[in-house]
């Protein structure tokens, strides 16, 4: 009898998918580079974009200055797969200085998830 009992237990447990239902087998991760900050700066008197911002981000030991991309709509972009808790100095001369809040860059699996910015610059 005791032989049967540990037969069926046996057998239930070769029978159990331990799949949690993330097949991750499937997962494709892009080659794509992204970027965790993604920044606009508008002149808070006209709404134009502004070019030639200083943008720097830190991170506790790691600072970084945004790099400006273009040609099109002046974006900046830093903190490419860096995950972190990040305060940003915007500045621009002719311009207040804007210090923000700390924002929180997390990843999934494959990439950092962007976080779309946008500050409005106050003339001096």
Avoid: W
């Avoid at 006209?46 to 200083?54: A, I």
């Avoid at 923000?100 to 106050?122: G, M, R, W, Y």
């Amino acid at each position: 009898m005791m032989k049967k009992l540990i037969l069926l237990l046996c057998l239930a447990l070769v029978s159990c998918d331990f799949n949690d239902g993330s097949n991750d087998d499937d997962l494709v991760c892009t080659a794509q580079f992204v970027y965790g900050l993604v920044v606009t700066v508008k002149d808070a008197s006209t709404g134009e974009d502004l070019e030639g911002v200083t943008i720097t981000a830190i991170d506790g030991e790691y600072e970084e200055t945004l790099m400006e991309s273009g040609p099109g709509p002046v974006v900046y972009l830093g903190a490419g797969e860096r995950p972190g808790n990040y305060t940003l100095t915007i500045q621009k001369e002719g311009f207040q200085t804007i210090v923000s809040t700390f924002i929180n860059v997390t990843a999934d699996v494959c990439h950092v998830v962007p976080q779309e910015l946008s500050f409005n610059l106050q003339p001096n």
